[in-house]
């Protein structure tokens, strides 16, 4: 088993190329459902964000897992691969480990310590293990890496200064209009980056605040918040010529504001300056907007110079989560290596209950006249007997197992106790559970399919029926 991580986030590709490679909300099911279906890939979870793209994958051929998770993403998106295939990272084994570490803890993210990213991967993590999408390996490793991120803004001051990507939207607004006094601002959107621009605008001085949101409940909850104006989706255009300030945040798959709608509106301003600042990925604003006089247009992109000039206090607390991902590093590594000492120990204890059954029937055999009370005594004690004998060397074996030569003394042990006829029937058994498993999965498909009279296995369903 291997771990891996493929991704592409704002420091390997622009805005541009990344909102191309955005998993929407509605799809991601499907996508984790295609994911698992891959070959070679084991578990898989999806982290989807603003500002990064990555797939975590556990699988069982470490020199093509790259080549079949980049297919994965050529399908998806029916991009060619050869158009995004620079902008892909990718880290294997405790590397990869590290690296979510790194990103839940907020280490990686172009606001360093921001806590945003803990509730997007802890979201991410759960829909996949809702989904059957996770197993052994990563039900440990995402819990202890959402543990490490809660401990790390727990025990840390890397939180308290107030750097954000919504933070540094509104210092970027002030480049323009010095402060926000009697400026009338509009929002895109109503989730929580919008909620969190809000505060900061009026923070600022900002007098006037609207929320537009498709869903117009969503506005007015936001609005009311802080004594703001809800407006509803179809009449955002119209209401351009009252504002200063435009910010926008919304999950929309295509542009929510285009040029040839911004441009009629220019007109009614006067010439007065309008600051746009898009937060999403992909994109809300056309960028073709930029180049209207008098409209100053961002991206989040543009945000990356104001946040490095906030950060220099968070980079010290930063220094401090890199001494616990360190620690966490050493205690997932020590874990892994005693997963394969559960099939030697219960190959042991199997051997060993073997061998008692046996003494058993032989003891019972010569001594006939016993009765059930001292039989079951005697099986007692002689269980006792077994166990105590096993604790010693179990113990020992879980300690080897974790250290640096884990899979030489695990070796030793199979056969200083002899065990590999049975490790071999214990395989032989779950390979056994397994085909039945798959067997029971294919009757079932067929007998939905016939039910639905949709083809299946390329016949039709009375056919698929007989199919030997």
Request: hydrophobic residues 45%; glycine residues 4%; aromatic residues 8%.
């Amino acid at each position: 088993m291997h771990i891996v991580v493929v991704g592409i986030n704002f420091r390997t590709a622009p805005v541009e190329i990344r909102e191309r490679f955005a998993f929407f909300e509605q799809d991601m099911p499907r996508a984790i459902a295609e994911l698992k279906e891959t070959k070679s890939i084991l578990e898989g979870v999806i982290v989807a964000t603003c500002n990064r793209t990555e797939i975590y994958a556990v699988v069982d051929r470490e020199n093509l897992c790259s080549h079949y998770i980049t297919n994965f993403i050529e399908r998806w998106f029916q991009i060619p691969k050869e158009q995004f295939i620079k902008h892909l990272y990718m880290y294997e084994h405790n590397k990869a480990v590290e690296h979510l570490f790194r990103v839940t803890s907020g280490l990686d993210s172009m606001v360093v310590g921001e806590t945003q990213i803990l509730g997007q991967v802890r979201d991410a993590f759960l829909l996949s293990q809702s989904l059957k999408a996770t197993g052994t390996f990563f039900n440990t490793l995402f819990k202890q890496a959402i543990t490490l991120a809660k401990k790390a803004h727990s025990e840390t001051s890397i939180g308290e200064n107030p750097v954000s990507v919504s933070y540094a939207a509104v210092e970027l607004g002030k480049r323009i209009f010095g402060m926000y006094a009697g400026k009338t601002v509009m929002i895109i959107g109503a989730g929580k980056m919008s909620e969190l621009t809000v505060k900061h605008l009026y923070a600022n001085g900002a007098s006037r605040v609207i929320v537009v949101n498709r869903t117009f409940e969503r506005a007015l909850e936001l609005a009311e918040k802080f004594n703001g104006i809800a407006c509803p989706a179809e009449e955002m255009v119209e209401r351009l010529d009252q504002v200063d300030i435009v910010i926008s945040s919304t999950g929309a798959p295509g542009y929510v504001l285009t040029r040839e709608q911004l441009q009629p509106i220019l007109q009614k301003r006067k010439s007065r300056p309008l600051f746009m600042m898009d937060i999403a990925v992909p994109r809300d604003l056309d960028p073709d907007i930029g180049d209207l006089p008098n409209v100053y247009l961002y991206d989040i992109d543009d945000l990356e110079a104001i946040v490095a000039t906030s950060l220099q206090e968070r980079r010290k607390e930063a220094a401090k989560i890199d001494k616990m991902i360190e620690s966490e590093l050493l205690v997932f590594e020590q874990w892994t290596k005693t997963l394969g000492v559960s099939p030697v120990i219960e190959a042991l204890q199997s051997k060993a209950n073997e061998i008692h059954e046996e003494t058993m029937g032989s003891l019972l055999k010569k001594l006939p006249e016993l009765d059930e009370r001292e039989i079951k005594i005697i099986r007692k004690l002689t269980k006792s007997m077994v166990n105590q004998m096993l604790r010693d060397p179990i113990l020992r074996v879980k300690e080897m197992a974790g250290e640096r030569h884990g899979e030489e003394a695990l070796e030793l042990f199979t056969k200083l106790f002899a065990l590999e006829d049975t490790l071999d029937e214990q395989e032989q058994a779950a390979v056994m559970v397994q085909a039945k498993e798959i067997k029971a999965a294919e009757l079932a498909e067929v007998e939905r399919a016939f039910e639905e009279k949709t083809p299946v296995f390329g016949l039709k369903p009375a056919e698929a029926l007989v199919r030997p």
